[in-house]
């Protein structure tokens, strides 16, 4: 029996709540945003803790899952009828004046149903037809994701459909027909689905300098504030681009702009190597799962995060498009941290029944024999 809680991923967890606390606060008056996310930490903390004294066996179980993954379409189908639009996104419900995001616990509805899918086909992974059930599930989702238009969310999902690939033992030859399958996919997307502010969010990260104050201004306002906290940064509270509004939602969107500005470069390698330790421990929690199941989990989790940090931090310093992707455990928001936490106490559910297998026992266990 593993312990219940891994302190060390917890831990690391609690120096990057506080960066997102302190970068938001403004220390000046009363800011609601800070003493709400300092709630919602309070009640995300709670959840952790009481989801990893759930034995989450009962997730091994077909039906719930399928029973999952319809909700979640349903509601995605609710969203895009009876949605509230926030941001010119109708990705939102209300429930009793909380504004709730339902696309961040179907991030882990989508992992979960991965996870099942091929735990029970890592024998005969290698044959393609599994690549291609399992992307259906991913697609149902991106497409009413995409609809919204919650761009940012979307592109999430394809990062978990191919982390999860990947690590399921896929094939060479089927994941370059994989990678051509989504190049044709996105080409036909270009011409026919996306909308011209979104084409043009594409084009504009290329050189945001054409249009600053159109479509690249947000790119270059975060780019500005990166740069401007050079090595030890400005100091806490004196960040010029987040404080007088020159970078828009830096609670949210651009929080890792904000958070450079002020704490300068040794301050962003802090702050990474803390989300290092965090995505180490899931991948080392990980891989002691007791079946294909909980490692397949694990290894999804490590993938949610590791895709947020990654086109976070590439949109705040201008190398990927602004598509409104949230820094994990920091950037403003219950949802998509009740959602963080709520992965990790799965985790530690499903550690508290783990066992350390050895390492080439859990490789064969997990990819099947080579």
């Not at 761009?151 to 999860?164: V, Y």
């Not at 502010?197 to 600053?212: E, G, H, M, V």
Request: include cysteine; glycine fraction near 10%.
């Amino acid at each position: 029996m593993g312990g219940a809680i891994d302190w060390i991923l917890f831990a690391a967890t609690l120096p990057i709540l506080g960066t997102g606390l302190v970068t938001m606060n403004s220390f000046v008056g009363e800011n609601p945003l800070f003493t709400r996310q300092l709630s919602w930490a309070l009640i995300a903390i709670a959840v952790f803790f009481a989801f990893s004294f759930i034995d989450f066996r009962f997730l091994r179980r077909t039906g719930i899952l399928v029973a999952f993954f319809l909700f979640s379409v349903g509601t995605l189908l609710f969203l895009l009828v009876s949605g509230e639009v926030i941001r010119g996104t109708q990705s939102w419900l209300t429930i009793g004046g909380l504004s709730v995001e339902p696309v961040d616990p179907i991030k882990l509805v989508l992992i979960l149903i991965l996870a099942k899918y091929f735990s029970r086909r890592h024998i005969d992974i290698a044959n393609i037809k599994h690549i291609l059930i399992s992307g259906l599930y991913a697609f149902t989702l991106f497409v009413l994701v995409f609809l919204q238009p919650d761009f940012g969310s979307a592109m999430i999902i394809s990062c978990i459909w191919i982390g999860m690939v990947m690590v399921s033992g896929i094939s060479k030859k089927h994941l370059a027909a994989v990678i051509l399958i989504l190049a044709l996919t996105f080409a036909g997307l270009w011409f026919y689905v996306f909308k011209d502010y979104q084409k043009q969010r594409i084009l504009t990260f290329l050189n945001p300098l054409t249009d600053i104050r159109g479509a690249g201004y947000n790119a270059y306002q975060s780019t500005i504030a990166v740069g401007s906290g050079q090595w030890w940064g400005k100091g806490v509270g004196y960040g010029t681009q987040s404080r007088l509004n020159f970078l828009p939602e830096y609670e949210t969107d651009f929080i890792f702009a904000a958070f450079a500005e002020e704490w300068g470069f040794f301050g962003v390698i802090l702050l990474l190597l803390c989300y290092a330790v965090l995505v180490w421990r899931i991948l080392v929690n990980s891989m002691r799962g007791a079946t294909n199941f909980e490692i397949l989990f694990g290894l999804g989790l490590a993938v949610l995060f590791v895709s947020h940090i990654f086109i976070h931090v590439g949109m705040n310093m201008g190398l990927l498009p602004i598509t409104g992707i949230t820094l994990p455990l920091a950037s403003y928001g219950g949802s998509h941290l009740l959602t963080e936490f709520a992965g990790l106490g799965i985790l530690m559910g499903m550690r508290r029944y783990s066992h350390a297998a050895h390492k080439e026992v859990a490789k064969n266990e997990f990819l099947g024999p080579a």
